[in-house]
């Protein structure tokens, strides 16, 4: 019961964080806010402060930001329709700002605690497009299709996102003799020279994944000074983003099914389970994990909120980007209806996964 709570309020503060964003920067702009919750549903307690109501709800998932004149115009100065167009793009924009905030705080903790590690080939599978296209034990994979990769867990992501894809692999090689010292690269003046594969992903059923056929035994290091940590913990924001981004494209390419697609049920499910597998490890051991979560769900619900979408801060900011470039707003109703639709068909989606969700843990 305890890890399904610690589950749920770490989801809940990520939301929460994210509707913090909107109200502090609604307040510095001078709008009416009229009620700020932590939590959803029947209020527990509330008390009026300064003209806002700030509530505590009975149940512990995420709050809510309630500005005046968000959807229609009343004419009240302090409304936020009444507010110049860049000050309700920031107002709007701070929810998934402060959700990669949150994500780097997370990740500059984990980066701290647990180090780093390079993307080096220890073995290289026989029979595998890795073998055929000349890639070794004791390579580093510098890039793949000109993204450059960080760590390992950048070219894991990459192969799992991009499958049965051409790949233009750049790796570096350690001189001759000196390929079986991993640690090298981790040496500040190491020199390597480069080459060029080029090879496709294949998919094996025993793992259910797309493989080139390279292993890897985790190496982790310490960060060396401030600057690459703090490199280092923004890296993390950066790669869940985009991973939660690019997971849409294999959905609609089919490649991921609906029932690969995890709602909150499921997710704080996973978070429970967690918990209670790595409990005797120690709750500090526990804590970082959720860390771990919190930066993967906070740097995920960023990136996914800042897709064009209606219904979603995105899509409101293409309608602010548009009345700031015309210097004229959108008719307020159609914009409305714009958002009240994919509100709906969002719903409906919500109401699809956790239904899915919910078969899948019960079956």
């Known amino acids: 019961m305890l890890s399904i709570l ?5 989801v809940g503060f990520i939301i929460l964080f994210h509707e913090l964003g909107h109200f502090l920067l609604a307040k510095a702009n001078g709008v009416e806010v009229s009620e700020f919750s932590i939590g959803m549903g029947p209020r527990i307690a509330s008390k009026e402060w300064r003209g806002t109501r700030y509530s505590l709800k009975i149940l512990p998932l995420g709050g809510s930001c309630a500005m005046a004149d968000e959807e229609s115009e009343s004419g009240n100065p302090d409304g936020f329709l009444s507010k110049s167009v860049w000050a309700r793009i920031s107002i709007i924009a701070a929810g998934p700002v402060f959700n990669f905030i949150l994500a780097f705080i997370f990740g500059v903790i984990i980066v701290a605690y647990r180090g780093y590690d390079l993307p080096v080939i220890t073995n290289v599978v026989e029979g595998y497009p890795a073998e055929a296209a000349g890639l070794k034990a004791g390579d580093m ?5 000109g993204r450059k990769m960080v760590g390992y867990q950048d070219l894991s992501l990459y192969l799992q996102l991009h499958p049965e894809e051409k790949l233009e692999v750049t790796y570096g090689r350690l001189p001759e003799g000196q390929e079986e010292n991993p640690q090298l690269w981790y040496e500040k003046d190491v020199s ?5 594969a ?3 992903t294949v998919y094996n059923p025993e793992t259910g994944s797309y493989m080139i056929g390279i292993e890897h035994y985790t190496n982790y290091h310490r960060a060396e000074n401030l600057g690459k940590l ?4 923004w890296h993390e924001v950066v790669i869940q983003g985009r991973t939660a981004i690019e997971s849409f494209r294999l959905l609609f390419t089919g490649y991921v099914s609906a029932d690969d697609v995890g709602g909150p049920v499921r997710i704080v499910a996973g978070i429970g389970q967690m918990v209670e597998e790595i409990k005797p490890e120690g709750w500090f051991i526990v804590l970082l994990n959720l860390i771990n979560w919190g930066m993967i769900l906070s740097a995920s619900l960023g990136a996914v909120n800042l897709l064009p ?8 900011l293409v ?4 009345e700031a470039i015309r210097g004229k707003a959108i008719d307020q109703e159609k914009e409305s209806m714009v958002h009240f639709a994919g509100m709906m068909v969002l719903l409906c989606l919500m109401m ?3 239904i899915n969700d919910i078969r899948n843990l019960i079956f």
């Open 198 to 200: 080029y090879l496709t």
């Open 319 to 322: 309608f602010l980007f548009i």
């Open 141 to 145: 994979v510098l890039a793949i299709n």
């Open 192 to 196: 390597y020279e480069t080459g060029t």
């Open 309 to 316: 979408l209606p219904a979603l801060d995105g899509g409101r």
């Open 6 to 10: 610690a589950a749920v309020i770490l």
């Open 230 to 233: 703090l490199r280092l913990g």
């Open 352 to 354: 699809l996964i956790m």
